[in-house]
C-alpha cells in the first residue's frame, strides 16, 4: 500500500517562496508519476505539476509555470514542489499524488494514491 505524506506548508509573505515535499513509502517509487494538485475554499482541486518517473519530463499548469519547480528524489522517494514569487491567489491546500503509469497526467481521476494535504497560507 503506497502512502503519501506532504509536508512543508505555512504561512507566508506574497512574493515569497515555500518548498513542499512529499515522502512516499510502500511500492516502488520510481514505477510512478508523482503530481502536486492543491484546492482552495469552494474551488475544485486544481492540477498544478507532474513529473515522471526518471524526473525529465514535466507538467505544470499555466497559473504556476515559471514560479513553481516540481523535481524528485527517488533514492529518498520524495517528491519536491518549490514554489516561488508567491501570490495570494496560491492560498490552498496542496496535495501530492501518485499516478503507477509512465505518462504524466494532469486528470487528478488518473492518480491513484494520495496525501491528506499541506496548508499554504499567503499573505497579502
Known amino acids: 500500500q503506497v502512502q503519501l505524506v506532504e509536508s512543508g506548508g505555512g504561512l507566508v509573505q506574497a512574493g515569497g517562496s515555500l518548498r513542499l515535499a512529499c515522502a512516499r513509502s510502500g511500492g516502488t517509487f520510481s514505477r510512478y508519476v508523482m503530481g502536486w494538485f492543491r484546492q482552495a475554499p469552494g474551488k475544485e482541486r486544481e492540477f498544478i505539476a507532474a513529473i515522471n518517473w526518471s524526473g525529465d519530463t514535466t507538467s505544470y499548469s499555466d497559473s504556476v509555470k515559471g514560479r513553481f519547480t516540481i523535481s524528485r528524489d527517488n533514492v529518498k522517494n520524495t517528491v519536491y514542489l518549490e514554489m516561488n514569487s508567491l501570490k495570494p491567489e496560491d492560498a490552498a491546500v496542496y496535495y501530492c499524488?501518485?499516478?503507477?503509469?509512465?505518462?504524466?497526467?494532469?486528470?487528478?481521476?488518473?492518480?491513484?494514491?494520495w496525501g491528506q494535504g499541506t496548508q499554504v497560507t499567503v499573505s497579502s
Open positions: 499524488a501518485a499516478a503507477q503509469t509512465p505518462v504524466i497526467f494532469t486528470s487528478e481521476r488518473l492518480y491513484k494514491y
